[in-house]
């Protein structure tokens, strides 16, 4: 059964770089069939895509968060990793990351698989 | 900064037939096959219906969804109170580079 553990600080000093990581784990990050990608969902709100990375180094980054996102893969540690620069308190929220499926070529993409979710608090 | 509109809320009594609309545009639903995510309090999104109307292994056949030019719909018949969530339809977005768009999200609540 595939498992992904996201992993990092749960508070952040306003101004600074929110870094998280994901481990995958009864599975191959390196599969051809999937991307893997960060969601994140701020208290009580809904849910907004950051970006998503296939394990060759691709990648889709939500427009509104693109100058401020890298999303990055280690497949010797089967692990991808987000960094999000100059948070501020907006970015305070739930992030969680999954496996994304996605073939434009058939216009299919969905996340079958989340992590637990980690809550990151930027504070001032 | 959703683009995909759903209703804030949707009851039922337990039995009950709910159904729950997304509305997008050409460059989402009307080009791309939409998922459908339910979020128990709590917990992380669980996918509930990919590629418009298939159902992973262990979701229940009284989630349904549907797709018909750039609006979608999941349907649950004979609600149940475990049912009672958040649900959020999705699509990718064809518009600039590419990005994935999430509905703003349906709270069901179980009468």
């Known amino acids: 059964q595939l498992q992904l553990q996201e992993s990092g600080p749960g508070l952040v000093k306003s101004s600074e770089t929110l870094s998280l990581s994901c481990t995958v784990s009864?599975?191959?990050?390196?599969?051809?069939?999937?991307?893997w990608g960060w969601i994140r969902q701020p208290p009580g709100k809904g849910l907004e895509w950051i970006g998503t990375?296939?394990?060759?180094?691709?990648?889709y980054y939500n427009p509104s968060l693109k100058s401020r996102v890298t999303i990055s893969v280690d497949t010797s540690k089967n692990q991808f990793s987000l960094k999000l620069s100059s948070v501020t308190a907006a970015d305070t929220a739930i992030y969680y990351c999954?496996?994304?499926?996605?073939?434009?070529?058939?216009?299919?993409?969905?996340?079958?698989?989340w992590g637990q979710g980690t809550l990151v608090t930027v504070s001032s | 900064q959703s683009v995909l509109t759903q209703p804030p809320s949707a009851s039922g009594t337990p039995g009950q037939r709910v159904t729950i609309s997304c509305s997008g545009s050409?460059?989402?639903?009307?080009?791309?096959?939409v998922s459908w995510y339910q979020q128990l309090p709590g917990a992380a999104p669980n996918l509930l219906i990919y590629?418009?109307?298939q159902r992973p292994s262990g979701v229940p056949d009284r989630f349904s969804g549907s797709k018909s030019g750039t609006s979608a719909s999941l349907t649950i018949s004979g609600l149940q109170s475990e049912d009672e969530a958040d649900y959020y339809c999705?699509?990718?977005?064809?518009?600039?580079?590419?990005?994935?768009?999430f509905g703003t999200g349906t709270k069901v609540t179980v009468l």
């Open positions: 050409s460059s989402n639903i009307g080009s791309n096959a």
């Open positions: 990375i296939y394990y060759g180094g691709s990648t």
């Open positions: 999954g496996r994304h499926y996605h073939d434009s070529t058939v216009y299919y993409s969905y996340f079958d698989y």
């Open positions: 999705a699509a990718w977005d064809d518009s600039l580079n590419g990005l994935y768009v």
């Open positions: 590629n418009n109307n």
């Open positions: 009864g599975g191959s990050i390196s599969s051809s069939t999937y991307y």
